[in-house]
């Protein structure tokens, strides 16, 4: 019997054009396009100028500006309110104004400050922006001053695990998770709502097939599908950015089993308990939204408030996430992610477990 249901399941997903092609081009355009959108470092800042003094030390300043990759100069301005005009239009995010004498003050040791006006509409790249053109004024600045004393302390710094600094290594793991949820996630979620709509669910309920064996059927060939998917994501990264795990490969695949599991299972927990299709898929969209925000996916979990991060502790997608960055980036060993498998594959018990309860076959 549980070989019937399973021939079954396979059969309609063959004869499902879509959901091949889904498996397909799915992890392609996500691991072929997100990588390089979702990046977090600020560049391409408009900055605006408005030089008073028109000396040297200025001359050098607006130069950096001009070559630095950060920012993208968009000329002289010759007031404070013009310049403050051109930010009104969304044409410059900073304003940067010298003052007169600037570097005649400099010479003779003294505090003369460069004024900064930044459009915080945007926040986020309204402060690094002005950050960065102090960091460009102070290094100038510094250019410009007798050499140290030999006995003053030298600064060194190295990076570690990730050594160029490329949010693509951060991001990868994380996307495959989304790629995971998504797959595993929603095809069952619409699995089991498909049949109820179609009728066939009652044919299913007449016979003597447990609710074990069917679930498991349901859930087994999604399970092979997260294999292919995952096994694609991995090679993907590797051709696309030359991006290889560092950690042990088989604890990736145990991690992705784990998650797999889970939302499998949230999948046929919602399409049971949903009536149609559009239940289904707006209760398993509201789901993964909300884990995903609260996974560190996107933001990291310490930014939160502490409210949020408390909460993130129930989320499978965090936990997963951890040790995936963990071992892909860091190599860590088993001994480094117990707590998260350990909460994982508690999860995927307590799931699975709701999935077959919640299948009501009399219904």
């Known amino acids: 019997?549980?070989?019937?249901?399973?021939?079954?399941?396979?059969?309609?997903?063959?004869?499902?054009?879509?959901?091949?092609?889904?498996?397909?081009?799915?992890?392609?355009?996500?691991?072929?396009i997100t990588p390089w959108i979702t990046n977090l470092e600020v560049?391409?800042?408009?900055?605006?100028?408005?030089?008073?003094?028109?000396?040297?030390?200025?001359?050098?300043?607006?130069?950096?500006?001009?070559?630095?990759?950060?920012?993208?100069?968009n000329g002289m301005a010759s007031s404070y309110a013009e310049a403050i005009k051109s930010v009104e239009k969304g044409q410059t995010d900073v304003v940067m104004v010298i003052p007169p004498h600037f570097e005649r003050e400099q010479t003779l040791g003294k505090n003369l400050q460069v004024f900064i006006a930044a459009n915080a509409t945007n926040?986020?790249?309204?402060?690094?922006?002005?950050?960065?053109?102090?960091?460009?004024?102070?290094?100038?600045?510094?250019?410009?001053?007798?050499?140290?004393?030999?006995?003053?302390p030298t600064i060194t710094t190295t990076t570690l695990y990730n050594r160029h600094e490329s949010y693509k290594v951060n991001m990868i793991p994380a996307l495959m998770a989304m790629i995971m949820i998504m797959v595993c996630?929603?095809?069952?979620?619409?699995?089991?709502?498909?049949?109820?709509?179609?009728?066939?669910?009652e044919q299913i309920n007449v016979t003597p097939v447990g609710k074990m064996q069917f679930i498991t059927a349901k859930l087994l060939p999604y399970w092979c599908i997260g294999l292919v998917v995952y096994t694609m994501c991995l090679l993907l990264a590797w051709a696309f950015y030359g991006i290889v795990p560092v950690g042990n490969i088989a604890l990736l695949y145990l991690l992705m089993v784990l998650l797999t599991i889970i939302f499998s299972s949230i999948g046929?927990?919602?399409?049971?308990?949903?009536?149609?299709?559009?239940?289904?898929?707006?209760m398993m969209w509201g789901i993964m939204v909300c884990m995903l925000l609260l996974s560190g996916l996107f933001t990291p979990v310490h930014s939160m408030p502490t409210w949020a991060q408390t909460l993130t502790w129930i989320v499978p997608v965090r936990h997963y996430i951890d040790a995936a960055r963990s071992v892909f980036i860091r190599g860590t060993t088993i001994s480094g992610i117990l707590p998260q498998l350990a909460f994982l594959t508690s999860m995927a018990t307590i799931m699975g477990t709701w999935a077959v309860w919640s299948y009501r076959k009399n219904n």
Do not use: C
């Not at 059969?11 to 691991?31: A, D, K």
């Not at 046929?268 to 707006?282: F, G, H, P, R, T």
């Open 1 to 32: 019997m549980f070989k019937s249901l399973l021939q079954k399941e396979w059969i309609q997903i063959r004869r499902n054009g879509f959901v091949m092609r889904l498996v397909v081009l799915f992890p392609l355009m996500i691991m072929g």
């Open 268 to 282: 046929l927990i919602v399409s049971n308990y949903s009536d149609n299709m559009q239940q289904a898929m707006l």
């Open 185 to 201: 996630g929603f095809l069952p979620a619409l699995n089991i709502v498909a049949e109820k709509e179609a009728g066939t669910i």
């Open 43 to 73: 560049r391409n800042v408009t900055v605006t100028i408005v030089d008073n003094d028109h000396s040297t030390l200025s001359r050098q300043i607006i130069n950096k500006v001009e070559h630095s990759s950060y920012f993208h100069f």
């Open 123 to 152: 926040g986020t790249k309204g402060g690094l922006g002005s950050a960065y053109l102090a960091n460009i004024v102070t290094s100038t600045n510094l250019n410009n001053l007798p050499p140290p004393s030999r006995h003053q």
